[in-house]
């Protein structure tokens, strides 16, 4: 029997899926930077909705065409899932730059090539809506977005940025050039 893992657009019925993924990748992801309290609120139920609320907005009423919301799929259950549109920082022109918001595979589904999957679908149809940069910022330590982007050949370009999430998280953006 052959695995089905698929990158499609992200759905209605995948908002609370993509809610889960959001949060157990985060969890993960900072689980270091940030303090446990901090961390447990990112489970409760007014950050739930808050998040039902916001990956609902994208599925439904994306705020242009060239924002997108697609998610990975394993054996059909959503197994990752990444955001893009236009580059949002005042330093980036949204005409030709993008920016990728979120990028993330659920731990129990890493290692089985859905990021791999993920970045090549986002940068298909980043190239099909005639973006020729891509941007995503991510934590400034060692951390699995940062290190899966840079061994695909991305760099830091030397924006940094400092987060206040119940701690100070200092961030570096990554781009890379893309062309057909």
Do not use: C, K
Not at 115 to 122: E, K, M, W, Y
Request: hydrophobic share 45%.
């Amino acid at each position: 029997m052959s695995t089905q893992r698929f990158v499609r657009p992200a759905r209605a019925g995948d908002v609370e899926a993509i809610v889960d993924v959001q949060v157990a990748a985060w969890r993960e992801m900072y689980r270091e930077v940030l303090p446990g309290a901090v961390l447990a609120e990112l489970s409760g139920q007014e950050a739930r909705a808050e998040f039902v609320a916001r990956w609902r907005a994208a599925v439904s009423s994306p705020p242009t065409s060239r924002h997108r919301l697609l998610v990975a799929t394993d054996e059909g259950e959503v197994a990752g899932f990444a955001a893009m549109g236009p580059a949002q920082d005042p330093d980036r022109w949204p005409g030709t730059d993008a920016e990728i918001y979120a990028l993330h595979v659920a731990p129990g589904f890493v290692r089985r090539g859905h990021g791999s999957r993920l970045l090549h679908a986002v940068v298909d149809h980043l190239l099909d809506d005639g973006f020729q940069a891509v941007y995503v910022w991510t934590l400034e330590r060692d951390n699995v977005l940062r290190s899966f982007v840079e061994r695909a050949g991305w760099a830091v370009d030397g924006a940094r940025r400092e987060l206040d999430l119940g701690g100070v998280v200092p961030m570096v953006r990554l781009h890379a050039a893309i062309s057909r």
